[in-house]
């Protein structure tokens, strides 16, 4: 059975950084691309960012949502199965919860239970 | 990168059918076959419903099902049923290698 853990969310006051961590199991988890996606309380699905299945350091292996782009940095560590999002600069926009996604064929075929991050002083 | 549209929401009674429908651009759902599903329950993740247009995932039922003219892909759900309520999100992928959901449905079975 397929299974994305997420961890790490909590309270962070505006300007701080986050890392963001989500263990895979269930699947071999370098085979997949992987994303972060977030929803604000009471709002819709924002995609963040995806990471290709091997996680090189080539320039397109990594892409992000305008919205992010330079605050935020995802990777991976095949060797673990875990992949991860380190959130910097944060603001009160930031706050939502934070899924862990397996795509498959350009969809999201598997969600995790999500991580709450609540940027605030 | 805009959302795309979707009805804020939508009801039906049980035993009729509905339909979403999900408007984007000639870069998104226009462009690609890859536009999918996803149904959230409160407080849950969300699960795919319908992939790649028109396509279900072993264990959804034959009651979801998913269509596309255009830059508008639809989702019917037939024969609704009270367990159906949830809030229904379109995704599609993009000519900038993103993705982008829709806003959102709130569906309500009456």
């Known amino acids: 059975e397929v299974q994305l853990v997420e961890s790490g969310g909590r309270l962070v006051q505006p300007g701080g950084s986050l890392r963001l961590s989500c263990a895979a199991s269930g699947f071999t988890f370098s085979d997949y691309w992987m994303h972060w996606v977030r929803q604000a309380p009471g709002k819709g699905l924002v995609w963040v960012s995806r990471?290709?299945?091997?996680?090189?350091?080539?320039?397109?292996?990594?892409i992000y949502a305008d919205s992010v782009k330079g605050r935020v940095t995802i990777s991976r560590d095949n060797a673990r199965n875990i992949l991860f999002l380190q959130l910097n600069s944060l603001r009160a926009e930031d706050t939502a919860v934070y899924y862990c996604?397996?795509?498959?064929?350009?969809?999201?075929?598997?969600w995790g239970q999500g991580t709450l991050v609540t940027v605030s002083s | 990168q805009s959302a795309l549209t979707q009805p804020a929401s939508v009801s039906g009674s049980p035993g009729q059918s509905i339909t979403i429908s999900c408007t984007g651009t000639s870069s998104d759902v226009g462009r690609y076959n890859y536009v999918s599903w996803y149904q959230q329950e409160p407080g849950k993740a969300p699960k795919l419903m319908i992939f790649d247009v028109s396509e279900r995932p072993s264990g959804v039922s034959n009651r979801f099902s998913g269509s596309k003219s255009g830059n508008t892909a639809s989702l019917t759900i037939s024969g609704l049923q009270a367990e159906d309520e949830a809030d229904y999100y379109c995704?599609?992928?993009?000519?900038?290698?993103?993705?982008?959901f829709g806003g959102g449905t709130k569906l309500t079975v009456l």
């Open positions: 995704a599609s992928y993009t000519t900038s290698s993103t993705w982008v």
């Open positions: 990471i290709f299945s091997d996680g090189g350091s080539d320039a397109g292996s990594t």
């Open positions: 996604v397996r795509s498959r064929n350009l969809n999201f075929d598997h």
